[in-house]
């Protein structure tokens, strides 16, 4: 599954941006949240994610990049996310913030920096729907894949399964043409992509479209 992110996209046209995708081969909409303290950067929040909703046909996929996520669960629901996710460096107690993102009836995710090692989901992963692994230092798009992340995947395909957790596998950052295919021979089920997506000469659709056509 493909999940183009909203962050490399023009931010003065989002409901055009929207619009355009809503026919394209992206499954989501990844819409990525910064605090500037969790990460050293801000993006957007609330009343964007709300107003892309109102064009958006794909579910939106709300990466919280932020400190203390629990406080805003239910104003993500509202404005408009199917599955939010949390970064696990963020979460003492993580536990009870997947059971808050689920009993609002979104899917749950947690995301993992680079650093943090998949072992460390161990006693988590049958809550899971979603677990998000970081083949960048959050904060900023159109930064240089991380290739240890490979190994991550398959170590998380491997705990999941140890686990009889359903949830999936989604990569985020760096990912383009070249690590697409290795990522999902890995284990990965859904590749976010802002840069090289809304970047490329011919856009975010035709670029999208060759993606799932390499995937297949
Ligand atoms: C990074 C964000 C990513 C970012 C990906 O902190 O979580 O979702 O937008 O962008 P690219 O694909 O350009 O690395
Ligand atoms: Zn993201």
């Not at 009343?47 to 709300?62: E, G, M, N």
Request: proline share 6%; with cysteine; charged share 15%.
């Amino acid at each position: 599954m493909l999940a183009p992110s909203f962050l490399a996209a023009d931010l003065a046209n989002l409901q055009a941006e929207t619009e355009r995708l809503a026919t394209s081969a992206a499954d989501w909409l990844h819409f990525d949240v910064m605090d500037g303290r969790f990460v050293p950067n801000i993006s957007f929040g609330l009343p964007v994610l709300q107003a892309v909703a109102r064009y958006a046909k794909q579910p939106i996929d709300v990466h919280l990049m932020i400190e203390e996520p629990q406080h805003y669960l239910s104003a993500f629901r509202d404005a408009g996310a199917s599955i939010i996710t949390v970064h696990y460096e963020a979460c003492p107690h993580l536990h009870r913030v997947v059971q808050q993102i689920k009993q609002l009836g979104c899917r749950a995710g947690v995301a993992l920096n680079p650093h943090t090692p998949v072992a460390l989901l161990e006693d988590i992963a049958a809550d899971l729907d979603l677990v998000l692994i970081m083949s960048v230092n959050p904060g900023f798009g159109g930064q240089t894949f991380i290739p240890n992340t490979l190994k991550k995947v398959a170590m998380v395909k491997e705990l999941l399964l140890d686990a009889g957790s359903d949830a999936l596998i989604e990569v985020d950052g760096g990912v383009n043409m070249t690590n697409a295919g290795p990522l999902v021979e890995a284990g990965a089920d859904v590749l976010v992509a802002g840069n090289f997506v809304f970047s490329a000469p011919e856009g975010p659709v035709a670029t999208l479209a060759s993606l799932r056509d390499h995937l297949a």
